[in-house]
Nanobody, 124 residues
Framework: QVQLVESGGGLVQAGGSLRLSCATS????????MGWFRQAPGKERAFVAT????????YYVDSVKGRFTISRDNAKNTVYLQMNNLKPEDTAVYYC?????????????????WGQGTQVTVSS
């Protein structure tokens, strides 16, 4: 397993941008697919985006396509989520996760390590 620490959350107005970072420990980051999930108040945790271990395959939930971009820097052991044109419905705690399913996955059960989460609040 790897240790994951998210950062970059905060309060932003609708239409604004934030970039989340997820720093990982360990020497095997490049062998993990990574994912971002979010949990809004009163709702279950939901898939947002995933990226393969090589970084060349990405997949997004429909509601964020064209607004969010997932990327990774294997030299820095970090995965990012660039969020543009944020909407109030994007308000949630955002979690990054690492999994051994190399091409990425939208399913939480495919991930073995999770961060503690970072709050994103979008005001209207």
């Amino acid at each position: 397993q790897v240790q994951l620490v998210e950062s970059g959350g905060g309060l932003v107005q609708a239409g604004g941008s934030l970039r989340l970072s997820c720093a990982t420990s360990g020497r095997t980051f490049s062998s993990y697919a990574m994912g971002w999930f979010r949990q809004a108040p009163g709702k279950e945790r939901a898939f947002v985006a995933t990226i393969s271990w090589t970084g060349d395959i990405t997949y997004y939930v429909d509601s964020v396509k064209g607004r969010f971009t997932i990327s990774r820097d294997n030299a820095k052991n970090t995965v990012y989520l660039q969020m543009n044109n944020l909407k109030p419905e994007d308000t949630a705690v955002y979690y990054c996760a690492a999994g051994r399913r190399g091409l990425g996955s939208q399913y939480s059960f495919d991930y073995t390590s999770w961060g503690q989460g970072t709050q994103v609040t979008v005001s209207s």
